[in-house]
């Protein structure tokens, strides 16, 4: 089975920076596409960015600008740099894997990781 570890979340001010990891293992096959979902307290779980094993990428318009995906494919870790930082960015981030589906859709995603805190203070 993958797993997933998330880490660099923790307490930012606003525009502030802040840079996540997902540290992926096991097998890779399955592995086309990783993504980045966040969760505030009381909202749905929403789609941020995804990035393909080709260097494809895709943003949310919420973040679009101020959040970088990538993967070093060589370290199975997918990052998230995090720019301009909003008090609105804070929620837990997860990193997910895709299978099939829409790639904004969670349901279309087959592993996750546990989560990692962003929280940004005013």
């Known amino acids: 089975q993958v797993q997933l570890v998330e880490s660099g979340g923790g307490l930012v001010q606003t525009g502030g920076s802040l840079r996540l990891s997902c540290a992926a293992s096991?097998?890779?096959?399955?592995?086309?596409?990783m993504g980045w979902f966040r969760q505030a307290p009381g909202k749905e779980r929403e789609f941020v960015t995804i990035?393909?094993?080709?260097?494809?990428?895709y943003y949310s318009d919420s973040v679009k600008g101020r959040f970088t995906v990538s993967r070093d494919n060589a370290k199975n870790t997918l990052y998230l740099q995090m720019n301009s930082l909003k008090p609105e960015d804070t929620a837990v981030y997860y990193c997910?894997?895709?299978?099939?589906?829409?790639?904004?859709?969670?349901?279309?995603?087959?592993?996750w990781g546990q989560g990692t805190l962003v929280t940004v203070s005013s």
């Open positions: 096991g097998p890779t096959s399955n592995r086309p596409a």
């Open positions: 997910a894997v895709h299978y099939t589906g829409s790639f904004a859709d969670p349901a279309a995603y087959i592993y």
């Open positions: 990035a393909w094993i080709n260097g494809r990428t």
